[in-house]
């Protein structure tokens, strides 16, 4: 199993709800990330989980709130979001260890706030 | 701060031809680079990495370049096909952080 799955697939939500993305993968990966990217710009690292540590939040607004229950799963929290944050949601996972350090990526979560 | 960039936002080529696609970063500390290829609507999938040790690494139609001394790394594809077109983009790592270029989108033409 070489997939990374994230649910939904596309999420339309008010700027008062509450929604969470999912993400899960069982290739014993150690590390998993949440990016986001906006139309024509590349991926933007959000946060990084390893070992199911946060081990980088790059100055994320708290409205977005991350979870790792356990390696297999990770979790993006949303709250009170605006609609420049509206965007394509993107997991990813990778080995910890190894020179092979590449990750592999979920098909993304397509998030639009209205 | 964009420490990795693709100044080409669009190349085209023809089939059979040549593909070569470039990145630049500026942080030295990175030490793994990676090549992602997105098609509309997926994630990006992983094509060819090298390592900051080595200066080319070869996978079939797709070779990866790296000039250290000038921050700079190259794709290459070679020929180019019609189901190549996508948007690819580079990637640099330092250990659990990697960033990306903006992407360049190749369209090869039959």
């Known amino acids: 199993d070489t997939e990374v799955t994230q649910t939904p697939k596309h999420l339309v939500m008010g700027m008062t709800n509450k929604k969470s993305l999912k993400c899960e993968q069982h290739?014993?990966?150690?590390?998993m990330y949440w990016y986001k990217q906006k139309a024509k710009k590349p991926p933007e690292l959000m946060f990084v989980?390893?070992?199911?540590?946060?081990?980088i939040n790059e100055s994320v607004p708290s409205r977005f709130s991350p979870e790792c229950p356990n390696s297999s799963l990770l979790n993006l929290h949303l709250h009170a979001l605006q609609p420049e944050d509206s965007a394509l949601y993107l997991c990813?996972?990778?080995?910890?260890?190894?020179?092979?350090?590449?990750?592999?990526f979920g098909s993304g979560t397509q998030l639009s706030v209205l | 701060d964009q420490q990795v960039k693709q100044n080409s936002p669009s190349l085209s080529v023809q089939e059979g031809r040549i593909s070569i696609l470039n990145c630049d970063y500026t942080?030295?500390?990175?030490?793994?680079f990676l090549w992602y290829k997105k098609y509309p609507a997926e994630g990006p999938t992983f094509l060819i990495s090298?390592?900051?040790?080595?200066d080319k690494n070869e996978d079939g139609r797709f070779t990866v370049f790296l000039n250290k001394s000038a921050k700079h790394l190259s794709l290459h594809i070679v020929p180019s096909q019609p189901g190549d077109s996508a948007v690819y983009f580079c990637?640099?790592?330092?250990?659990?952080?990697?960033?990306f270029g903006a992407g360049t989108r190749l369209t090869v033409k039959p």
């Open positions: 090298i390592s900051s040790i080595k």
């Open positions: 942080n030295s500390m990175f030490d793994y």
């Open positions: 290739m014993g990966h150690r590390a």
């Open positions: 990637a640099a790592r330092k250990g659990d952080d990697m960033r």
């Open positions: 990813a996972s990778s080995q910890f260890r190894g020179l092979d350090e590449k990750l592999f």
């Open positions: 989980y390893s070992y199911e540590k946060l081990s």
